[in-house]
């Protein structure tokens, strides 16, 4: 069981907008970044989100993300075919160590 | 460019030990931190060890402490994970991963391709 949560699945349309959370607690939340990784299958994960908000370059601003005192939320707007693919939550924990959610597999209908 | 290419996975039999590599290049290895990060089959993320810039400081996951050692050689710009005392929950693609920053609580920005590690009898 992952010590971050994140619902296994979701789904939309093209064209939909979408928001997947991930819920921790504080000794994760409380005083560390969140970021998101997106894994297509078969493939490496690759940053799409860091330190809460921020997007690397070359990620599309369709995709947004925020952060409250536990709890964590990436937006993407306006899906396409291409964002089928795991995403993934993480935060550095009070404990030292890395935490990652578990991962919502996004299915674009 | 960045680079990062693992090797050193295979297939173990349980007890036994392997080590794996990661070749840094394209860009100044010693200012950065490193992690490696691994995946079960069908699984989510999991992380393993990570080392800041100058290795001064270190972490394992508790489910690997006291048998997997994560170092640098950065005369090589080569990332290590020295694995001791398999398990076949150990069985998983294992990535290498560079900080954005030089310690081990910045994001991972570059992953690489992992090497496949299969633990059995």
């Known amino acids: 069981q992952s010590v971050l949560t994140q619902p296994p699945s979701a789904s939309g349309t093209p064209g939909q907008g979408l928001t997947i959370s991930c819920s921790g607690s504080?000794?994760?939340?409380?005083?560390?970044?969140v970021n998101w990784y997106q894994q297509v299958p078969g493939t490496a994960p690759r940053v799409l989100i860091y330190s809460n908000d921020l997007r690397p370059a070359g990620v599309p601003a369709r995709f947004s993300a925020s952060k409250s005192p536990t709890s964590a939320s990436l937006v993407i707007s306006g899906l396409r075919s291409e964002d089928e693919a795991v995403y993934f939550c993480a935060v550095w924990d009070d404990t030292l160590k890395w935490v990652f959610g578990g991962g919502t597999k996004l299915t674009v209908l | 460019q960045v680079h990062l290419v693992e090797s050193g996975g295979g297939v173990v039999q349980p007890g036994r030990s392997l080590r794996l590599s990661c070749a840094a290049s394209g860009f100044t290895f010693n200012i950065y931190a490193f992690h490696w990060v691994r995946q079960a089959p069908g699984k989510g993320l999991d992380w393993v060890a990570s080392?800041?810039?100058?290795?001064?400081?270190?972490y394992h996951a508790d489910s690997v402490k006291g048998r997997f050692t994560i170092s640098r050689d950065d005369s090589r710009n080569t990332l290590f994970l020295q694995m001791n005392s398999l398990s076949p929950e150990d069985t998983a693609i294992y990535y290498c991963a560079r900080s954005s920053g030089s310690y081990e609580d910045d994001a991972f920005d570059f992953w690489g391709q992992g090497t496949r590690v299969s633990v059995s009898s």
């Open positions: 504080s000794s994760n939340f409380g005083t560390s970044t």
């Open positions: 080392m800041s810039y100058d290795g001064s400081n270190i």
